[in-house]
């Protein structure tokens, strides 16, 4: 069976992404990554994937919404099911780079970074197609297994759900 080439390749990702907590009353915030993915093929069919990934991510409510943004470096095993379609599986760890509360008006009411864990932990799940001509797309999920909030006093517990929706081109 061949079904991916057995050369390293790199490229450039982007997509949307629809994040949540497993908080009650909170509601999905549609956002953004980017970032730098290199694959590395340990077999015709088996492949170690690292990304370097901003995130945009977080949550809302009626009242505001707290925007986390986090560097996540994945580090993804692919098998290829059938040519150009593989599954992925892997862990993830995200740092935080910064976190605030919007209002309504999309005014900063606060900087919240110091009511978050500035490391997070998770495992991905996932889908990738990449075309001939070099343009890939992907499908990921992330289960946040950490728990990112950290204020003092509270049993408050967030831990970040992530779906992303991934377009790129291989170099």
């Known amino acids: 069976m061949y079904y991916e080439c057995s050369r390293r390749s790199f490229w450039y990702k982007r997509g949307g992404n629809i994040a949540n907590t497993c908080s009650p009353n909170t509601d999905p915030r549609i956002s953004f ?36 943004n986090f560097i996540n470096v994945p580090i993804m095993a692919k098998y290829y099911v059938i040519e150009y379609l593989s599954l992925e599986l892997g862990p993830q760890i995200g740092f935080l780079i910064k976190s605030e509360a919007k209002n309504q008006n999309n005014t900063v009411i606060r900087n919240s970074k110091d009511r978050f864990k500035p490391i997070e932990y998770g495992v991905n799940l996932g889908l990738g197609y990449k075309l001939e001509e070099g343009f890939n797309f992907a499908m990921r999920f992330n289960f946040g297994l950490s728990n990112i909030y950290d204020l003092e006093n509270s049993d408050a517990e967030w831990k970040n759900r992530v779906f992303q929706f991934s377009f790129g081109y291989t170099f």
């Open 33 to 68: 990554h980017f970032g730098a993915v290199v694959e590395l093929p340990l077999s015709y069919v088996f492949s170690i994937q690292p990304d370097l990934t901003y995130s945009a991510q977080g949550a809302r409510n009626s009242d505001i919404s707290i925007n986390t």
